[in-house]
């Protein structure tokens, strides 16, 4: 007899169908042997359905989504957003390529991160890019030099740091006094008096990232009152903005957490925003995590069981060096078994990965009924596993697919040793 279908708890394009897990239409067991394994997979309908419900609480305002590509930069992802008509959050020179190698509208790339090379602001000058996030007052006048250089005006927004608590991990949270990020809300008029007197920039805007993976909207809240006001002592000075950047940070649901919808998030911010007075400018939201976390699931197979007086290990194929979360955050990530018509009882296992250190886990303490031979799907892996990947140990980073309804494209062939040992010699 059929067991109903039921979509896993957070992922709705993932589901059971006879015990087995399907992503879409796809079934990640013949994926897997089409594949191999590790696999990355990512459903194009949930990061549709996610930036739909941004597209839904900014319905009839002059607003712009960037996708902040770090979260996962592989070109197959991008393309989905760039047809969708997303701008692009990019950090580096090379997240740059990549958005224009999708064919990404400059005029709606924003350039953050607080060290950008003279060098990548050329290139960003070159590309005509939208705007430049500016982190600190030095790279004020350097962004002004460069730009001079080449005849030009960089368009710029200077990224506040609101000190407020996102209340997540503090590897995650960016927007509080201690971190690197951004100009200290005291110093903000201060920078933007200087900005405004440098005859290579053009002030365009304001910006501010809190962190990530936030659940809450009080912090989305706090920040954007701070930033309102200087928002309005800016204006005040005589420097009008045209647009108002409120970051990213958008959690995801990896183990029952509950953030707010993003259209509800943003029905409640827009209110205030226009109970304010600063209905009309322009929005610019980041979102990365919350546009592709919950899209993707990294598929593993279970290299060894071994029993042990303290624990039990499950070892798999997968390891840290595909999916860093755990290793840098303490991060959880749901993980099941493929196939669960596994007759027995389950063990419980700390799920681990080949490579030679402790901290390669992926899971401690799971309940599962596998053997050697097995597939597991470890979950919520669309953001900050593969653009995080490494080749540590000399592990070949793993495929991807990109899943939309029955029809899975490997958008990333499974790297080579060769590919590895491209770029090396010997030396004399
Ligand atoms: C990382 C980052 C984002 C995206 O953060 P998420 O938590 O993935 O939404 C947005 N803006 C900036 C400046 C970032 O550094």
């Known amino acids: 007899m059929s067991k109903p279908d039921h979509a896993l708890p957070g992922e709705p394009h993932v589901a059971r169908r006879d015990g087995q897990l399907w992503m879409e239409g796809a079934s990640l067991q013949a994926l897997a042997r089409e594949h191999g394994t590790p696999l990355f997979a990512y459903s194009r309908q949930w990061m549709l359905d996610a930036l739909a419900a941004y597209q839904r609480g900014f319905a009839g305002r002059d607003a712009l989504v960037c996708y902040a590509m770090k979260a996962n930069s592989s070109l197959g992802i991008l393309n989905v957003f760039a047809q969708a008509g997303c701008g ?18 400059p005029a709606k ?20 890019i939208g705007c430049f996030n500016v982190e600190s007052e030095e790279e004020l006048d350097v962004l002004n030099e460069v730009a001079l250089a080449q005849g030009q005006r960089a368009k710029v927004s200077i990224r506040i740091n609101p000190d407020v608590d996102p209340k997540t991990h503090p590897y995650i949270s960016t927007g509080l006094k201690g971190n690197k990020f951004g100009i200290a809300h005291s110093r903000a008029l201060h920078a933007y008096r200087h900005a405004a007197s440098l005859p290579g920039l053009d002030v365009k805007g304001i910006d501010c990232h809190i962190g990530s993976q936030i659940t809450e909207t009080a912090p989305y809240l706090d920040a954007m009152e701070r930033v309102l006001d ?155 596993c593969m653009s995080m ?26 790297e080579t040793i060769a590919d590895q040992l491209r770029s090396e010699s010997v030396g004399d």
């Open 230 to 384: 200087l928002v309005e002592s800016i204006e005040a000075a005589g420097i009008p903005l045209s647009h108002i950047d409120f970051g990213g940070g958008l959690g995801i649901d990896y183990n029952g957490d509950t953030p707010p919808a993003a259209d509800d998030l943003w029905r409640q911010l827009l209110a205030r925003l226009d109970a304010r007075g600063f209905g009309d400018r322009k929005l610019i939201i980041e979102p990365g995590r919350s546009l592709v976390g919950n899209a993707g699931v990294c598929v593993t197979e279970v290299l060894f069981t071994k029993p042990g007086e303290d624990r039990n290990f499950c070892i798999v194929d997968a390891a840290m060096n595909d999916l860093p979360r755990p290793a840098m955050y303490q991060a959880f990530h749901r993980i099941e078994a493929v196939d669960a018509n596994r007759e027995g009882a389950p063990l419980r296992y700390d799920v681990v990965g080949p490579v030679c250190e402790s901290g390669d886990w992926i899971g401690r303490d799971r309940d599962l009924n596998v053997r050697a031979g097995d597939l597991l799907a470890v979950l919520s892996a669309g953001a900050y």
């Open 88 to 105: 692009f959050d990019i950090v580096s020179g090379g997240e740059l390529e990549r958005a224009l190698a999708v064919g990404a509208d």
């Open 389 to 414: 990947a490494s080749n540590y140990n000399t592990r070949n980073r793993a495929a991807e697919v990109l899943v939309g309804g029955e029809k899975a494209t490997l958008i990333r062939k499974r």
């Open 109 to 128: 790339i924003i350039f953050s991160g607080v060290g950008k090379t003279r060098a990548e602001m050329r290139q960003a000058l070159s590309a005509s």
